[in-house]
């Protein structure tokens, strides 16, 4: 499974959904969007477990993705999961900080959990090499390979100059095999403490909310339908929480995320569109509105359904633009025969 078509289904509305599945991590990035940390939070493996299970050949989504903190902490939750997935027809993909990787190693544990996907994601930039050396990612990656169907890498970085390097790198190593998606350091979790931007999808004003599109299984087992985690988790209005993996099934999960008609507007105009169009208050950050909108008047079904086609219908490399990669979009695309 190419990262171009996992792209396309990112802005398809519930075409999938994120587990975090804990928010532990051996490192400790400067830049983590979740804070997460050696001593971060874990929960029983039930939730996860029992809301895989309610998957069915005909409701189901498309793509798992699992994440968290670091996800390969839990190898044996990561093969489950994805084991559980498959079937019922789901597809499955991770991105991992590659604590496993110093020395270019992959552990049998973390083997077995790479195997069990469809596509592995590995992040490099500046903050994950101070942790784990570049050089050993990509001897790592190179016995990854051999285990998933595809492999691409997450460079987050604001300096194009390290994105040419690392790119470029990628390409002498692994010729099209390995695409990557590019975006800039934003103003979420640790990032704060350095990145002054409001955060938000880019483009701020009236886009549409990419991080609305899927809904995101926390990892406590509550069920958000915003996956920036540090907003959704901390201020809990009643359009971004879905429900619990420990009660709820996909099928109702997917009715509530398509059927609300405030995240249906968040995720077609965004929240100060939303805001405007529903006569609420419109805050100075983008989700700073969001978090303040309740229930009201409904925005237009139709309205909504139709700018949803048209954001699914763009190219891969434009969705990767929306989300910050600006000259390297087209990375994205690398080794894809789905032009
Ligand atoms: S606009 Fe709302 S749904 Fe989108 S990222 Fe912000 S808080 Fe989450």
């Keep these: 499974m190419h990262l171009a078509e996992i792209l396309r289904l990112r802005a398809r509305p519930a075409a999938g959904v994120l587990l975090a599945l804990t928010e532990r991590c051996p490192l400790s990035c400067a830049h983590c969007s979740t804070r997460s940390g050696p001593d971060g939070a874990q929960f029983g493996e039930e939730p996860f477990l029992r809301f895989v299970s309610t998957f069915t050949p005909q409701e189901r989504p498309d793509l798992l993705f ?47 959990a790479v195997g069990a996907l469809d596509h592995f994601s590995a992040s490099l930039d500046v903050h994950h090499e101070r942790e784990v050396a570049r050089a050993d990612v990509l001897a790592a990656l190179g016995t990854v390979l051999d285990l998933v169907p595809s492999v ?58 990419g991080f609305a599109m899927w809904p995101l299984v926390d990892i406590d087992g509550t069920v958000l339908a915003c996956s920036r985690q540090s907003m959704a988790r901390r201020h809990r209005p009643p359009h971004l929480v879905l429900g619990h993996a ?23 105009f965004g929240p100060q569109e939303t805001a405007r169009r529903v006569g609420a208050p419109v805050c100075a950050g983008y989700c700073e509105t969001c978090v303040t909108l309740r229930r009201g008047p409904e925005v237009s079904p139709g309205m909504s359904l139709a700018v ?23 990375a994205v695309e690398l080794g894809w025969s789905g032009r």
Excluded: K, N
């Design 66 to 112: 699992l994440s968290g903190g670091e996800p390969l902490l839990r190898p044996a939750l990561v093969a489950d999961v994805a084991a559980r997935g498959r079937e019922s027809g789901v597809r499955s993909a991770a991105l991992s900080g590659m604590f496993f990787a110093r020395g270019g190693r992959v552990p049998p544990a973390v083997r077995r």
């Design 152 to 209: 691409s890498v997450h460079v987050t970085s604001d300096d194009d100059a390290y994105v040419d390097r690392v790119l470029g790198e990628l390409r002498r190593a692994f010729g099209e095999r390995v695409p990557a998606l590019v975006g800039r350091v934003r103003a979420t979790g640790r990032a704060r403490s350095f990145v002054r931007e409001r955060a938000g999808p880019p483009g701020g004003g009236a886009e549409p909310c």
């Design 246 to 268: 420990a009660r709820d099934g996909w099928p109702e999960i997917r009715r509530r995320s398509m059927g609300d008609g405030v995240l249906r507007a968040v995720r077609a």
């Design 308 to 330: 949803e086609r048209m954001v699914a219908a763009q190219r891969p490399a434009d969705l990767a633009r929306r989300w910050g990669a600006g000259r390297h979009a087209d």
